[in-house]
């Protein structure tokens, strides 16, 4: 069997690249193009990248690839995360002495700063989703919640140009689709063919339509 190698593969539209490890220039490419979201023949270049053949079958640590002079937005931030992350820093008047590189998993960080900054804000959406979990069910306790999604903490209704903030998921007695729960609105959106089911559940009268 032929050894696995290091390939950078680069798409054109904004250059992104991805480190593929293939057995050769042409799996590599096919490879990286499918993870880049490209055509094969759109790939602006596969280069071979024998620095990084130790790491096969993948991935190569994001510390390497900064060493290596490739960069990263910060998970928190979104600061520019690389090598010259403290000189950029520095030249734009900004104190440089708390940046570092930090990585966690598969994500990268500008400092400890933004490291506990995203385990606080992550800790607040969670007990977030739990509050609208539970005042969800003691509201509506025959519905069957399917799933939850909260943008920030706490919980609010729907931001300035109406842009849900906080959503729930759920299934009502009869229901044969979810339906959509918004935090701060009075209504929920229901898909059509469960409209009878809705009103029933409701104990609502249905609307008719009258004919011309």
């Not at 520019?80 to 598969?106: C, F, I, K, P």
């Not at 005042?135 to 025959?142: E, L, R, V, W």
């Amino acid at each position: 069997m032929k050894p696995l190698l290091a390939y950078e593969v680069r798409e054109p539209g904004e250059g992104h690249c991805v480190i593929r490890f293939a057995s050769s220039s042409a799996a590599a490419r096919r490879e990286g193009a499918n993870e880049l979201d490209c055509g094969f023949n759109e790939v602006e270049h596969c280069h071979r990248k024998p620095q990084f053949d130790q790491y096969a079958p993948g991935p190569v640590p994001h510390a390497v690839l900064i060493d290596h002079g490739w960069w990263f937005e910060c998970h928190h931030c979104s600061r520019r995360v690389s090598e010259d992350m403290q000189q950029e820093a520095e030249d734009e008047g900004e104190e440089r002495e708390y940046l570092e590189v930090v990585t966690d998993a598969n994500v990268v960080y500008c400092s400890q700063n933004c490291v506990m900054g995203e385990f606080v804000e992550r800790r607040a959406r969670k007990a977030a989703e739990v509050a609208l979990i539970e005042f969800f069910s003691a509201t509506h306790p025959d519905c069957t919640i399917e799933s939850v999604w909260v943008s920030r903490a706490p919980l609010q209704g729907p931001g300035r140009l109406g842009h849900a903030q906080a959503l729930l998921y759920f299934k009502f007695p009869g229901a044969q689709h979810r339906a959509t729960f918004t935090f701060g609105e009075d209504r929920m959106r229901v898909t059509v063919v469960d409209l009878p089911a809705y009103y029933t559940w409701r104990g609502i009268q249905m609307p008719t339509t009258e004919a011309a």
